[in-house]
């Protein structure tokens, strides 16, 4: 082990360096030439930023014995998913050879020459304490706890010149990331990159026009061309894309235009109970308001009354806190009811945060796709809905502002809002023309399929 030596090895393996990238290429120099000692990297989704760093704290631990480096991630969980467990990051990168020890619970791999190279997770601050590192990755910066940096590994770094920090992230909004990238000009020994995916051309043109019709152009700034998006461009449903609802010519099937829902926000008194009647064009074509109403049995006789009114027996009810009461009287009086639980996992849990951020993406492309109708010229309700922003968690997913949050900016609750979302939602469940299912009969015939998305009857 002794007599391995750089050159023989050829650290980065050839793996990496036959297939560099000319960006990663331009870091590498840059962080050779010795004239800088911190590199903001700012690159759009999936153009091997993690892989960059990867090995070169592989190269530098191996170069500098006796040595340690940090690769730091938002959470541990997510550091651990990033570098560790991914069989094409870390281990498909670093030789088998220099590997002294390896400690799984600690993440943590001791190198033949005495290095370490070491795993932690930002939200856990007092496990980076005291670690005397020679150089640090920080993975996803935008979204990290940047007191981990300013009161943990910045005077760490201090002890000596020769240390260094990379910064690699992808823009979500004008948060501390944008104020160092803003600062880094008038800082000594800073360097910072921005490479979008027509610098890198790493994503056929094909699939970036796919993406642009996918999703909110603000997305499509922050993740594909890294532009710092200010918090009121993050909007997710914006105006202008109801305005268009308005003008446009649309051709509905018999079918789709047959379905109907009736959506319901409850609330806990004070707030309004919303219920909307929506058919399977998007139009709201009744509603009933109910406000500051504490009384469980007398919001549940309205939800009834309306429901003879409409004559439909389908709703789609917030289920969380009050709202189970409200799902379990209208099961109990025979309608069929969709449960929504916004804050349980999202069926694409790889992209959104909860299933309240899926809704409101699935809603806002139904929007911009032209698949429902100008709904209600309700200024409230539009209000509602063009107020609430999204944002990047710190574990890279799609996240919706909270109520409280949106209460704050609004003045009022976005109870409309919420309901018309869970109408559009609820429709894809529903069907014009269907023999439904007792609940009884369901069990008794293994049919219960339909409970992985929140029924309370079955179909």
Same mark, same amino acid.
């Given at each position: 082990?002794?007599?391995?030596?750089?050159?023989?090895?050829?650290?980065?393996?050839?793996?990496?360096?036959?297939?560099?990238? /000319? #960006?990663?290429?331009?870091?590498?120099?840059?962080?050779?030439?010795?004239?800088?000692?911190?590199?903001?990297?700012?690159?759009?989704?999936?153009?091997?930023?993690?892989?960059?760093?990867?090995?070169?704290?592989?190269?530098?631990?191996?170069?500098?014995?006796?040595?340690?480096?940090? @690769?730091?991630?938002? %959470?541990? %969980?997510?550091?651990?998913?990033?570098?560790?467990?991914?069989?094409?990051?870390?281990?498909?990168?670093?030789?088998?050879?220099?590997?002294?020890?390896?400690?799984? &619970?600690?993440?943590?791999?001791?190198?033949?020459? +005495?290095?370490?190279?070491?795993?932690?997770?930002?939200?856990?601050? &007092?496990?980076?304490?005291?670690?005397?590192?020679?150089?640090?990755?920080?993975?996803?910066?935008?979204?990290?706890?940047?007191?981990?940096?300013?009161?943990?590994?910045?005077?760490?770094?201090?002890?000596?010149?020769?240390? #260094?920090?990379?910064?690699?992230?992808?823009?979500?909004?004008?948060?501390?990331?944008?104020?160092?990238?803003?600062?880094?000009?008038?800082?000594?020994?800073? =360097?910072? $990159?921005?490479?979008?995916? $027509?610098? %890198?051309?790493?994503?056929?043109?094909?699939?970036?026009?796919?993406?642009? /019709?996918?999703?909110? @152009?603000?997305?499509?700034?922050?993740?594909?061309?890294?532009?710092?998006?200010?918090?009121?461009?993050?909007?997710?449903?914006?105006?202008?894309?109801?305005?268009?609802?308005?003008?446009?010519? $649309?051709?509905?099937?018999?079918?789709?235009?047959?379905?109907?829902?009736?959506?319901?926000?409850?609330?806990?008194?004070?707030?309004?109970?919303?219920?909307?009647?929506?058919? +399977?064009?998007?139009?709201?074509?009744?509603?009933?308001?109910?406000? +500051?109403?504490?009384?469980?049995?007398?919001?549940?006789?309205?939800?009834?009354?309306?429901?003879?009114?409409?004559?439909?027996?389908?709703?789609?009810?917030?289920?969380?806190?009050?709202?189970?009461?409200?799902?379990?009287?209208?099961?109990?009086?025979?309608?069929?009811?969709?449960?929504?639980?916004?804050?349980?996992?999202?069926?694409?849990?790889?992209?959104?945060?909860?299933?309240?951020?899926?809704?409101? #993406?699935?809603?806002?492309?139904?929007?911009?796709?032209?698949?429902?109708?100008?709904? /209600?010229?309700?200024?409230?309700?539009?209000?509602?809905?063009?107020?609430?922003?999204?944002?990047?968690?710190?574990?890279?997913?799609?996240?919706?502002? &909270? =109520?409280?949050?949106?209460? =704050?900016?609004?003045?009022?609750?976005?109870?409309?809002?919420?309901?018309?979302?869970?109408?559009?939602?609820?429709?894809?469940?529903? /069907?014009?023309?269907?023999?439904?299912?007792?609940? &009884?009969?369901?069990?008794?015939?293994?049919?219960?399929?339909?409970?992985? @998305?929140?029924?309370?009857?079955?179909?």
């Amino acid at each position: 082990m002794k007599d391995i030596g750089l050159k023989v090895l050829n650290i980065p393996i050839d793996q990496f360096t036959m297939n560099l990238q /000319k #960006w990663q290429l331009d870091v590498l120099s840059d962080f050779d030439s010795g004239l800088w000692r911190f590199f903001l990297i700012n690159v759009h989704r999936r153009a091997r930023k993690t892989t960059l760093g990867i090995n070169l704290i592989i190269r530098e631990a191996w170069k500098h014995p006796k040595s340690v480096y940090l @690769y730091v991630a938002p %959470t541990y %969980t997510q550091a651990k998913s990033i570098f560790w467990t991914d069989p094409n990051m870390f281990f498909n990168y670093l030789p088998e050879c220099i590997v002294s020890k390896r400690i799984e &619970d600690e993440l943590l791999i001791k190198l033949s020459n +005495g290095s370490v190279i070491q795993v932690k997770g930002a939200s856990d601050p &007092d496990k980076i304490r005291g670690i005397d590192c020679r150089g640090v990755i920080l993975d996803e910066f935008a979204v990290m706890d940047i007191d981990i940096w300013q009161s943990i590994l910045r005077p760490i770094l201090a002890q000596d010149i020769s240390r #260094w920090a990379i910064f690699l992230f992808t823009p979500s909004g004008r948060n501390h990331a944008y104020d160092y990238w803003i600062n880094s000009e008038n800082l000594d020994g800073w =360097k910072r $990159y921005k490479y979008d995916v $027509y610098d %890198t051309k790493m994503i056929s043109e094909k699939e970036l026009e796919n993406v642009k /019709k996918e999703s909110p @152009y603000s997305k499509f700034r922050s993740e594909f061309l890294c532009d710092f998006v200010a918090d009121d461009e993050m909007t997710l449903i914006t105006y202008e894309s109801i305005e268009k609802l308005k003008n446009h010519i $649309y051709n509905f099937d018999s079918i789709k235009s047959s379905r109907k829902v009736i959506a319901c926000d409850p609330s806990e008194g004070g707030d309004e109970c919303v219920l909307y009647a929506i058919d +399977g064009t998007g139009k709201i074509f009744d509603e009933m308001i109910i406000k +500051g109403e504490k009384d469980l049995n007398r919001v549940l006789g309205l939800a009834f009354q309306f429901s003879g009114r409409v004559k439909c027996d389908d709703f789609v009810v917030d289920a969380i806190g009050v709202g189970s009461g409200i799902c379990m009287g209208l099961t109990n009086g025979g309608k069929r009811v969709v449960r929504i639980n916004s804050a349980e996992r999202a069926n694409e849990s790889e992209i959104f945060s909860n299933r309240r951020a899926e809704m409101w #993406w699935y809603v806002a492309k139904q929007i911009r796709d032209f698949e429902v109708c100008f709904f /209600k010229d309700c200024k409230v309700l539009i209000n509602q809905l063009t107020s609430v922003r999204y944002k990047m968690s710190k574990s890279g997913k799609v996240l919706i502002e &909270d =109520k409280a949050s949106i209460k =704050k900016l609004i003045k009022s609750s976005p109870d409309r809002a919420d309901t018309y979302i869970y109408g559009i939602w609820g429709l894809q469940f529903m /069907k014009s023309k269907i023999i439904y299912l007792t609940d &009884d009969y369901a069990r008794n015939n293994n049919r219960m399929e339909n409970l992985k @998305y929140g029924y309370a009857g079955g179909w």
